[in-house]
């Protein structure tokens, strides 16, 4: 009952509403065999779950990806693997002998075991059964940890030149590939690392995973799950990871627009645009730019609340349903898709965010991807193809929200239209007339520049046709905003994120409305 019946197939016959929204990579949450419906206890490195489609449907995803120009990235989860996977066989269900079941398992090495003989534990040890325990990840006695300095778990994700393990778990041979570099072999793009930062790696395990992935393919993506700075500043030196998840964009986003506040803060010291900058500013400086313009900007994920459900006010599902609740939680969701868009980084949406799918933390951040009138009408759960029938209507607050999907599907146009909104200048020129407290800012995305420079721009010559002004306005009412552009340079406003276009722009002055982005263009 905790399996809805989306598949890999799904995602395939879905790929033009990812187009649509400015998709070029995909990123999925961890599809080899399990037992759970979140995949990160997994069984078999090498086999898809069937559930999903198999193999077979992997590989159906990734040939249409590719016609795409999408690239597929698998989350990597090479920490750990289920109490229930052949090679642990914790409840002695399969035919192999697991690690958990005999001393004498030829996998038994590839644990970590802390029960001295004649203790109590739910494994074999060599006081007889029941008399060994062992290293779980987080404590989660589902999850044991794999052994990462014993050879055969090294080769087996990375690779050896001798050929593949004699003890393996893998369906598929990967021979002296790895699973990592095998995968590659298949179609996929990259990686994904769950967990990469888990004192369980020894020194130097993530940079032979680069040096062997990078050797296969020197353009696959490497993306560390890397939730603080600290672990970010050690892992993305050029030998390990090229970019991180980058959390701490989130963070930043979410306290600027009304989300959730940092431990010990005050609306009045969380929320000005000024300490946003300011923290935008200061990720930027820890990163080479390369690192900057790879790390992902995302708002939510399969680890976090729903950005949407953050946005909104009311406690509850009760209370985030109401109408009046939910339009203050969308609009701010717009100013963060606009953010996503238009900052460098990778604009990394989590499945759902454009049309409107809110939840709470895990599990209710997971939930179905409602029908979408775009929908192929013929597509069944099992991925067949034919004779399908659509799910009863959702409830109006849980629906597809069009309107929210067209304004990422505009925001997709202007960034494909500004190939420069890909680089790393990006100009802080002005905050509103409430200066210090103000909750609008604005920036733009020129075509030349320096790295997160501050500028006073006042010339028409630092200005050519094509560059971004954006404005945010993320307070609840409307804001004065003035900047000299300096004479004879001509803007036309491109967007806005609710209402009718208006007069005006930030050389003569404009009156941002509340929760509002407006986007203009320089034009001749």
Known sequence: EDFYGGDLDGIRLRLPHLVSIGVNTIYLNPVFDANSNHRYDGNDFMQVDERLGGNAALQRLLSAAQKLNIDVILDGVFNHVSSDSPIFDRYGRWPTVGACESVDSPYRDWFIWTKAAGA???????????????VAWANYDTLPVLNKNNDAVRALILGDASGAPAATLLASPAGDAGVARWWLQQGVAGW???????GSFPEGFWQEFRIALKAA??????????WNRRDALRLLRGDAADATMNYRFRDAVLAYLGGKPEAGATDSTNRSAVLFVRKLMGIAEDYPTAVTLANLTLLD?????????????????????IPENLSVGKARQLLAATMQYLLPGSPTVY??????????????DRRTFPVLPT?????????????????????AARAADLSMLAWYQQLAAIRAAHPHVRGACVDWLAVGANGATSRTMLFSRRASGVVGEIA???TPSSWAVGDLLVAVNAGGGS?????????????????????AAGGGDPTTGVDVPARTAIIWEVVP
């Open 192 to 198: 994904r690392l769950d967990v990469m930062p888990d």
């Open 375 to 395: 929908d192929p009408r013929t597509a069944r759960l099992d991925g067949s193809g034919s004779g399908g029938r659509l799910p009863a209507p959702l409830p």
């Open 301 to 321: 994920s399969h680890d976090t609340s729903r950005s949407l459900w953050e946005f909104t006010p009311g406690d509850g599902r009760d209370g985030k349903e």
């Open 120 to 134: 109590k534990g739910p494994c074999a040890g060599a006081s007889g059964p029941n008399t060994a325990g062992y």
């Open 217 to 226: 393919s020197p353009n696959a993506p490497i993306i560390g799950e890397l």
């Open 351 to 364: 499945y759902g965010d454009e049309i409107g799918v809110s939840g709470a933390t895990d599990p209710d």
């Open 479 to 499: 804001e004065r905003l003035t900047f000299n552009l300096g004479a004879g340079v001509n803007l036309r406003e491109v967007a806005r994120s609710s209402g």
């Open 456 to 458: 006073q721009l006042s």
